[in-house]
């Protein structure tokens, strides 16, 4: 990168006031001095749209390499002359490159990402009502997961003697060895064909209960804002095998890089200085998890990729609508339009994700700011 | 004056044989035998079928008997050989996925990673290059596995160019850090004064020093591989339906689970644990540095 430092020195300095500012030009001064101390996450916040447009163009590209002609696939017994100029036209294949390109950009930019060939649905429209019901579940299962991963590590790095701590650690060191699907399985065979104590995997409600209104997309919180209990304790009931199998087969990892970062600082210099000094067990503690943060925080990030994947598996086994079973619909049909805009869906917000991990990171150790020169 | 020296010259620099008996008796055989099991089962495995894995054998939905081991699935096929089948193909995926993962790992790590800092067209295009990698990382494997399969049509060589292009990254970014670190060795400098080109220095110096965390994850790599195969089996963009492949095998067994058949899911689930738990701990039991 290409800033210089503000280094932990010259604040004081500044502080100390060798820099008074005229009267006249103070409020556009406090301006620039708030935008050259928050530079930190100014700069990355504003290199999310440049990473954006990388994917755009890899998308195009990665469209215009399919090999044979898409269009003429597409149409398979209905080629025309006038149905290839048309279908030509409804997947953006048309005009040179260059044009093409333009106007699939325009298109992003008006939030317009093209029609389904197959039933010709807007896929914005789409996107908009699948998308929050995918993300509720992705992250229902990363909030276990980083609870359980939180208390687990805590078990195991603090009671280390005690059989649970052993356990935790056993599990964790068997991280993401049991796929999820087969753990899905499992669990239905187990806990609804056998046991009988979760809800059929069909959907988010029984067959007899009425959906609640649609106002926010997310299913719970719909239910909640509709006033209907019952509606939010039936989705969260048939929510509640798939997040937990989302949990089981994920939160391993997360469990094993919060346990390796938190030995290593329990040991740290950091930690006995705090003990020395006469620092409560808590603080010791809190001082600890500060520590090892950043690299679970870097996990979980990772993990709700591997959620969000894990999405479109999961949706089509427990019958969830979703964008996951939407992306899987195109992809067996071979809708490109559809599957165009699902990967650049999912490449936004994966890097939304990685832009809020990296942001958080710097929060917590602001050593990990661009430019920032330590000791040592 | 002699003799200790031969000694000496036998301890620390052994003879090839001497060191591969070295490593031989060393070897942990509990962890590495599963292994080889393994790789035997999948070479073997057409002697070992009891049925044509793709034939209707016997009625449907039968449970695990005498003459069906692991049961039929709702068309009648033998689960038994199904599984036994698969593992040959599923094992082979996941194989050249790992090694062409790992090879443009090395290749386009080393590249990155020696011209990073230099200055003009090919320093800006390896920094590109490096960024590029860190956002390709970021998306989920099996969604972008599954959009590349979707565009280039499902067949055995476009799932294992899907994967390894999707797997690549995680090796770039291990060979390209270790490269970094490894750049400002003073070992390095010697060379260049000693007069090697950079080519020369580069496949001499620092490629055998930079690749071993990316030949260690390899394990890892080829995990992700079966995983992500059978994933794409799973939701039927993987595999065409009628060959033997283990996340098929799970997902039509997934509809047997919902009214308590388990067999049909069960055993492609235990070949597919196993599978990785043989070859991590087996591949890690055979890189695993010896202390003397």
Redesign the interface.
């Known amino acids: 990168m290409t800033s210089i430092a503000l280094t932990p020195a010259e604040k004081p300095l500044r502080a100390a006031g060798t820099d008074a500012p005229e009267k006249s030009t103070r409020s556009s001064h406090s301006v620039l001095r708030y935008l050259h101390r928050n530079r930190w996450w100014i700069t990355r916040v504003l290199a999310l749209p440049v990473h954006v447009f990388v994917f755009v163009v890899l998308t195009f590209l990665l469209v215009r390499s399919m090999p044979g002609d898409p269009i003429r696939a597409m149409l398979g017994q209905n080629y025309t002359p006038e149905s290839y100029a048309a279908m030509q036209e409804r997947m953006g294949l048309n005009g040179t490159m260059f044009q093409q390109l333009t106007s699939y950009l325009h298109g992003i930019v008006n939030l317009d990402l093209g029609e389904s060939i197959v039933n010709g649905r807007p896929v914005i429209d789409e996107l908009q009502t699948r998308l929050p019901a995918t993300l509720e579940l992705a992250l229902l299962g990363l909030g276990l997961s980083i609870l359980l991963s939180i208390a687990a590590s805590y078990i195991a790095v603090f009671h280390h003697r005690s059989v649970i701590a052993h356990i935790i650690r056993g599990y964790a060191r068997a991280a993401g060895a049991v796929p999820e699907y087969v753990l899905a399985v499992a669990g239905i065979l187990l806990f609804y064909a056998t046991l009988q104590i979760v809800p059929a995997p069909m959907g988010r409600l029984d067959v007899d209960e009425i959906a609640p209104p649609t106002t926010t997309g997310f299913p719970l919180v719909d239910a909640l804002l509709a006033g209907r209990p019952d509606a939010f304790w039936s989705t969260l009931a048939h929510l509640a095998l798939p997040v937990v199998v989302m949990c089981a087969a994920h939160s391993a990892l997360l469990i094993r890089v919060l346990v390796s970062a938190l030995d290593k600082e329990a040991d740290a210099t950091a930690t006995r200085f705090r003990i020395a000094s006469g620092a409560s067990t808590r603080t010791v503690v809190k001082s600890i998890y500060r520590r090892a943060a950043p690299a679970s925080v870097t996990m979980a990030g990772t993990l709700f990729g591997y959620l969000l994947g894990g999405t479109v598996i999961l949706e089509t086994l427990f019958g969830l609508s979703g964008m996951g079973k939407y992306a899987l619909d195109a992809v067996n049909s071979g809708d490109v339009v559809v599957m165009q805009g699902f990967l650049l869906t999912v490449a936004t917000l994966s890097l939304l994700v990685f832009l809020l991990v990296d942001v958080t990171n710097m929060l917590i150790d602001p050593r990990r700011r661009p430019g920032v020169r330590t000791e040592g | 004056m002699t003799v200790p020296a031969t000694s000496l010259t036998a301890e620390f620099f052994p003879s090839r044989t001497a060191r591969v008996v070295q490593y031989l008796r060393h070897l942990r055989w509990a962890k590495v035998v599963p292994l080889l099991v393994l790789t035997l089962v999948a070479l073997t495995s057409p002697l070992l079928l009891r049925f044509d894995p793709e034939v209707v054998v016997g009625p449907s939905s039968q449970a695990p008997d005498g003459t069906y081991w692991f049961g039929t699935d709702s068309s009648g096929l033998d689960i038994f050989s199904r599984t036994l089948a698969a593992t040959r193909l599923n094992l082979t995926i996941a194989l050249v996925v790992t090694v062409a993962a790992t090879t443009i790992g090395c290749i386009v790590g080393l590249v990155i990673g020696m011209n990073e800092s230099r200055r003009g067209p090919v320093g800006w295009v390896s920094r590109g290059a490096a960024r ?1 990698v860190d ?1 390709v990382e ?7 596995g ?8 499902v067949s055995t060589g476009t799932l294992m160019i899907a994967l390894s292009v999707v797997l690549a990254p995680i090796q770039i970014r291990l060979v390209r850090t270790e490269v970094l670190r490894v750049r400002s060795e003073a070992y390095l400098d010697a060379a260049r004064s000693g007069g090697q080109s950079e080519l020369g220095l580069t496949l001499r110096h620092v490629l055998p020093n930079s690749i071993s965390s990316a030949v260690e994850n390899c394990s890892v790599i080829f ?2 591989a079966i ?1 992500v195969t ?2 794409l089996g ?4 993987g595999v065409a339906p009628p060959t033997p492949e283990w ?1 098929a095998m ?2 039509r ?2 509809s047997d ?4 058949r ?1 067999w049909p ?2 055993f492609p ?1 235990f070949a ?2 196993l599978t ?2 043989a070859v ?1 701990v087996g591949f890690n039991e055979l890189l695993r540095r010896r202390r003397a």
């Open positions: 590029l956002l970021a998306i989920p494997a099996v969604l972008t599954l959009v590349i399969i979707a565009f280039f049509g995990a992700v995983i059978a994933a799973f939701v039927g963009a996340g799970l997902a067994g997934a689970a919902t009214v308590g388990w899911a069960a689930a597919l644990g990785i738990a991590s």
